[in-house]
């Protein structure tokens, strides 16, 4: 495999979920949102904007929320959010009126189209942040409870939170998850019709899966991959959903 610095960061990528309890100095936090902004963004909507969280207090009920205690200690921590906010203010400076059927950026397209952007602009910033030897951890969990996160970041109409991104320098040094073999998720030209076919070489990943240990829990090795999908596709997700929430912040998926 070709390499370089850049593939390098890449390749040992790892989730960091334990700081060393410094601050990141600002120097690094401009850098870091500076990339992010320069991450693509579809139609140049720049529809998300990041909550750079500080407040200890803060912090704390969203450890709760995600009920992971490590999100309290990140010496960095954004929340990342779908923003058709600020472009409804600027519509509306053009004449626009967001309340009626002409303002189209709350239906689903650009919902979508803009949380494509808010994920890419965080992946940038970590992918920045590993460049730099700091270390980091995306935070589905603040979706836990969806309304409390944006109660306690104050997120106005038109804006939905995506995802947590928690960073700082690692007092850790988990191993390499493994990955499926490439050929298991790359396919040529079309979706290959022979599921079976796909999946032969499920067993020797299933293996790999299972030696490698998760610093959360050291005392065993993870579920085979099998196992751990067909435990979570028996999860509830019941309260988990996303049309009456969105519908609260205004947005009308269904259209
Ligand atoms: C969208 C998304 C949400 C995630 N949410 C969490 C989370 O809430 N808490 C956590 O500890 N890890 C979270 N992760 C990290 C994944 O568990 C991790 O990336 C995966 O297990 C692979 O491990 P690695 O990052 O060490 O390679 C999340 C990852 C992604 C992409």
């Given at each position: 495999m070709a390499t370089n610095a850049t593939i390098e960061t890449l390749l040992n990528r790892r989730s960091i979920r334990k700081f060393k309890d410094e601050p990141i100095d600002d120097d690094a936090t401009a850098t870091l949102e500076t990339v992010a902004q320069h991450a693509a963004s579809s139609q140049f909507l720049n529809d998300w904007s990041a909550i750079r969280v500080s407040d200890p207090a803060i912090k704390a009920r969203l450890a709760e929320i995600g009920n992971q205690p490590y999100i309290a200690t990140a010496p960095l921590l954004y929340v990342f959010v779908i923003d058709e906010h600020r472009n409804a203010h600027i519509a509306q400076r053009k004449g626009?009126?967001?309340?009626?059927?002409?303002?189209?950026?709350?239906?689903s397209y650009r919902f979508t189209q803009a949380q494509n952007d808010a994920v890419l602009a965080l992946h940038a910033m970590e992918t920045a942040a590993y460049s730099l030897g700091l270390g980091g951890v995306i935070l589905g969990?603040?979706?836990?409870d969806i309304p409390a996160l944006i109660d306690l970041l104050n997120l106005p109409e038109y804006t939905y939170p995506v995802l947590g991104l928690a960073l700082g320098k690692p007092d850790q040094e988990p191993t390499l998850k493994p990955r499926m073999p490439r050929s298991m998720q790359f396919f040529d030209?079309?979706?290959?019709?022979d599921d079976d076919g796909m999946l032969e070489q499920l067993p020797d990943f299933d293996n790999k899966v299972h030696q490698y240990y998760d610093l959360r829990q050291t005392d065993r090795p993870v579920d085979a991959f099998s196992d751990q999908i067909a435990s979570v596709s028996r999860?509830?997700?019941?309260?988990?959903?996303l049309l009456d929430k969105a519908a609260a912040q205004g947005f009308q998926l269904d259209k």
């Open positions: 626009i009126d967001p309340t009626s059927d002409e303002f189209h950026l709350k239906y969990s603040l979706l836990n030209n079309t979706y290959p019709a999860q509830g997700v019941s309260g988990k959903t």
